[in-house]
Nanobody, 119 residues
Framework: QVQLVESGGGLVQAGGSLSLSCAAS????????MGWFRQAPGKEREFLAS????????RYADSVKGRFTISKDYAKNTVNLQMNSLKPEDTAVYYC????????????WGQGTQVTVSS
């Protein structure tokens, strides 16, 4: 079993930055593919970024490519999402998720953290 706890959300002005962190327990990050998703009110959950067992494997959604960066801190067993040049449309609840490398589906989810970007 994997437990995930996000932190770092909050209120920021457009153009600003925020850094989200996801602390994992129950399994080391080196054995997991970690992802970040978000869901805005009235919208479907949206994939943002993922990182595999090695940080050389990364994927980003076009909507955040060049603005968001996903990273792993193996010492702290956390996965982070650095968000720059934030826009009001980035406002959403942000979720951390994990899956085993051989699985196509994310089975483990955090509780989410609110990010609000004001114009």
């Amino acid at each position: 079993q994997v437990q995930l706890v996000e932190s770092g959300g909050g209120l920021v002005q457009a153009g600003g930055s925020l850094s989200l962190s996801c602390a994992a327990s129950g399994r080391t990050l080196s054995n997991l593919v970690m992802g970040w998703f978000r869901q805005a009110p009235g919208k479907e959950r949206e994939f943002l970024a993922s990182v595999g067992w090695t940080i050389r494997y990364q994927r980003y959604a076009d909507s955040v490519k060049g603005r968001f960066t996903i990273s792993k801190d193996y010492a702290k067993n956390t996965v982070n999402l650095q968000m720059n040049s934030l826009k009001p449309e980035d406002t959403a609840v942000y979720y951390c998720a994990a899956r085993l490398p051989e699985s196509p589906d994310y089975h483990y989810w955090g509780q989410g953290t609110q990010v609000t970007v004001s114009s």
